[in-house]
T-cell receptor, first 114, second 114 residues
Framework: SQTIHQWPATLVQPVGSPLSLECTVE??????LYWYRQAAGRGLQLLFY??????ISSEVPQNLSASRPQDRQFILSSKKLLLSDSGFYLC?????????????FGPGTRLTVL | AQSVAQPEDQVNVAEGNPLTVKCTYS??????LFWYVQYPNRGLQFLLK??????LVKGSYGFEAEFNKSQTSFHLKKPSALVSDSALYFC????????????FGTGTRLQVFP
């Protein structure tokens, strides 16, 4: 069966520090991968979307970047964090235009920028 | 513009009573519709989906949803609510087969009182 991991689970970082959040998927090949941010426990904002290694689509202009160095690894980064980067970050995967159209979410990373 | 609306920020229901969480959508073409549930500080869990076929879809934990094309709605229902159903519920739509991205509603908090 497929599983998705995110780490760390929680992170407290000072303003101006770098960021690296990691997401890995097991049990599937060539998945679509997504990064979302959830602010204030409500709506989901799609940040990045990837259909393959090195292929990243940015959905909103921001202080963050994403990379996909391996097929099942998706990394969210920042060179200098802002207070507004605080939130709950969720990684998700889906089959590429496949039978299973739903997205499956990881457990999330709670980021607090102080 | 393609969108999903969850008109209620919060729904309160007594344990044992039926519950309904509303969702309407606005997309061109035939949508794929989804419901997810989120417990505090956790990722989203997939509940059910409508792709095609029967308008009444049954999912996890006794939940079901009814697709109504004329009303462009996909309301989530359960015949008898449990206190453990208390969570944040998200409706989402995949606008067409040509995209794997989902559009999420803003979420509805369900509170089931004992």
């Amino acid at each position: 069966s497929q599983t998705i991991h995110q780490w760390p689970a929680t992170l407290v970082q000072p303003v101006g520090s770098p960021l690296s959040l990691e997401c890995t998927v097991e049990g599937t090949s060539n998945p679509n991968l997504y990064w979302y941010r959830q602010a204030a426990g409500r709506g989901l904002q799609l940040l990045f979307y990837s259909v393959g290694i090195g292929q990243i689509s940015s959905e909103v202009p921001q202080n963050l970047s994403a990379s996909r160095p391996q097929d099942r690894q998706f990394i969210l980064s920042s060179k200098k964090l802002l207070l507004s980067d605080s939130g709950f970050y969720l990684c998700a995967w889906s089959e590429i235009s496949g039978k299973y159209n739903e997205q499956f979410f990881g457990p999330g990373t709670r980021l607090t920028v102080l | 513009a393609q969108s999903v609306a969850q008109p209620e920020d919060q729904v309160n229901v007594a344990e044992g009573n039926p519950l309904t969480v509303k969702c309407t959508y606005s997309v061109s073409g035939n949508p794929y519709l989804f419901w997810y549930v989120q417990y505090p500080n956790r990722g989203l869990q997939f509940l059910l989906k409508y792709i095609t076929g029967d308008n009444l879809v049954k999912g996890s934990y006794g939940f079901e949803a009814e697709f109504n094309k004329s009303q462009t709605s996909f309301h989530l229902k359960k015949p008898s609510a449990l206190v453990s159903d208390s969570a944040l519920y998200f409706c989402a739509v995949r606008p067409s087969y040509n995209t794997d991205k989902l559009i999420f509603g803003t979420g509805t908090r369900l509170q089931v009182f004992p």
